[in-house]
């Protein structure tokens, strides 16, 4: 039942975007549809409607691509394999992620120009933000699961140490943000996982989700915009608006007064 919420809170907030100038209002129910026939193993449909997406916008997604890109493997379309190939080099995708392509008849044109897209990364990209904002989401899940073990009393933490990391946390995206703009793969390039050897996403809800039930609603007027430029995904909205914490979204330090209060109550 949640999920079928969720598919229709997403609809319907598209629809209304769709009357606002929002450059991926059309691209996400595109792409969702495109997923959606890659699950049913129906990939020419899938092809149709992923290519119809990347016509929407300049900038596709990297999750979206390197699923279009096991598309057209599968399909053999050597011709489409090569431009997403050549779009996620461009955007920072290292020649380690087609290593099991060597064979193909498109690669060593990727291979030879391969220095080219990189050069073009550096030059149009932010490694070093990358870099950063990963570190930062590595800071912020370790801090979670010490705040659930907190929750449930297998450690302690004062509130006021509670509150420096999370403070921490809240003010280094702000300071990223505030230098480079908000981090995601338009400015980053894509988030290649190696250990997958995949494309995801950047836990970027994630972080915010967090930052949210830290008692600090960061960036909330601007979710609407981030959303119409493929930042956050449309179904962002209503997920961030339901995160909380305990302490009525009053701020950092007195979530985490409101949180020891709690903890220490839930011990008597």
Not at 65 to 80: G, Q, V
Not at 248 to 264: A, F, L, P, T
């Amino acid at each position: 039942m949640k999920k079928i919420l969720l598919i229709l809170t997403f609809f319907t907030l598209m629809t209304k975007l769709s009357a606002q100038e929002c450059e991926y209002s059309e691209y996400y129910p595109l792409v969702e549809l495109a997923s959606k026939y890659y699950s049913q193993k129906n990939y020419k449909e899938s092809e149709i409607n992923f290519k119809l997406a990347f016509d929407k916008t300049e900038f596709p997604l990297g999750k979206d691509l390197h699923l279009a890109f096991l598309i057209a493997e599968k399909i053999k379309d050597a011709e489409w394999a090569l431009q997403i190939a050549t779009q996620l080099a461009k955007g920072g995708v290292p020649l380690s992620y087609f290593r099991y392509y060597k064979k193909t008849q498109w690669y060593s044109q990727l291979n030879a120009e391969y220095k080219t897209y990189s050069d073009y990364y550096i030059t149009n990209f932010k490694p070093e933000l990358r870099d950063k904002f990963n570190s930062l989401i590595e800071r912020d899940a370790t801090f979670t699961r010490q705040i659930m073990d907190w929750y449930y009393g297998t450690i302690e933490i004062t509130s006021e140490n509670a509150y420096n990391e999370a403070n921490a946390i809240y003010s280094e995206l702000k300071q990223m943000t505030e230098k480079y703009g908000f981090p995601s793969e338009h400015n980053m390039g894509y988030n290649y996982v190696s250990r997958l050897n995949k494309i995801e996403d950047y836990h970027t809800l994630a972080l915010m989700i967090h930052i949210y039930k830290y008692g600090e609603r960061i960036y909330e007027n601007e979710i609407p915009n981030y959303i119409c430029s493929g930042i956050l995904h449309p179904n962002s909205k209503q997920i961030l608006k339901q995160s909380m914490g305990f302490g009525n979204s009053m701020g950092i330090e007195h979530e985490m007064k409101v949180r020891e209060e709690m903890y220490k109550k839930k011990k008597e």
